[in-house]
């Protein structure tokens, strides 16, 4: 749910990074956190386990500069990737204009990146959305384990697995060193704000 | 969930509101938020220095929390929440299905008086948004 404020000129969108536990989602807040300036962003909220897993989410809002007079902010959120957070996913996914589904390069982590976009589709269905409407991409994460002793998938089995019916467009990166970070960002705030204005200001790029 | 397209009419009416209603009777902060966290408007005296985007995410969310707890017992939301601090509280309340409005008040202030007040600037809100959506 988009925020147009016709009296402050501004634009506020939520993008939430969704996938499955243990992907780099806040490995990519942070990234994105501590490359920008103080002018273009605010605090980073986190709500964490002690063990530093995201329990319910992190929020990162971003000032994106101006679109035809009118200020971008963005706020950047997070979900828990664990299966049984499902309820506390639903509930950050309210109000969502645009997604990025992390998957997960490790071998081992096939099944779970699955499981997680299915979970996705349940939990829009919910809030009668669906990824044919609301902008969305794929980035998958770890890239840098290609190359090492670690079993890892191709990025054509990434392809099939997630991507047939997305039929979106995909970055690799290594959230971690940074590899990827602000190309997914760049390209998720884009389609999110295009897709919000062409639906109420006649702003179309 | 429709987006929310905020006229200067209605913020301004809104914000005089608010102003009247709450923080001219002591109240230190009213925030007006969405149910996806956004902050509608903010109003506050002017020696508060409040994290207002960080208190709507997380307003949001718990109001979303605890609407789950509700229909764990069989309700479908609970339409207010207080929670009591040392020196200061929060109140938060439900206005139609998408705002929040959320006040933050001192001991200087009584819950019922917040309560009192938050009831009858719920009404008023919840005609004004009406019409822009």
Known sequence: ?205 | MADLILTKSVLDKTKIEIENALIRAGVNTVLLIDEAGNVVTACKHKNCDLDTTSLAALAAANFGVTAQIAKLIGEDDFALLFHKGKKDSIHFARISNDLILVTIFGENVSLGLVRLRVAQLAKTIEKAFAQIN
């Open chain 1, 1 to 205: 749910m988009a925020l147009i404020n016709l009296s402050k000129k501004e634009i506020h969108c939520k993008i939430v990074y969704y996938g499955p536990g243990r992907c780099g989602k806040t490995t990519n807040l942070l990234y994105i956190y501590n490359a920008m300036n103080n002018q273009a962003r605010s605090k980073m909220l986190t709500i964490e386990t002690k063990g530093e897993r995201t329990l319910f989410f992190d929020l990162l809002p971003l000032n994106l500069g101006k679109i035809n007079g009118f200020n971008i902010r963005i706020q950047l959120y997070t979900v828990p990737g664990q299966i049984i957070y499902k309820a506390t996913r639903k509930l950050v996914l309210k109000g969502v204009d645009g997604l990025v589904f992390v998957a997960d390069s490790l071998k081992v982590r096939q099944a779970k990146n699955m499981e997680s976009l299915q979970d996705l589709h349940h939990n829009l269905l919910d809030y009668n959305l669906n990824t044919e409407e609301i902008p969305i991409i794929l980035q998958f994460n770890k890239r840098d384990l290609v190359n090492t002793t670690i079993p890892t998938l191709t990025k054509e089995e990434l392809e099939i697995d997630l991507n047939s019916e997305l039929n979106t467009k995909v970055f690799e990166a290594a959230a971690i060193k940074g590899i990827g970070v602000f190309e997914t960002l760049k390209e998720i705030s884009k389609r999110t704000i295009q897709y919000v204005a062409t639906k109420h200001l006649s702003i179309n790029h």
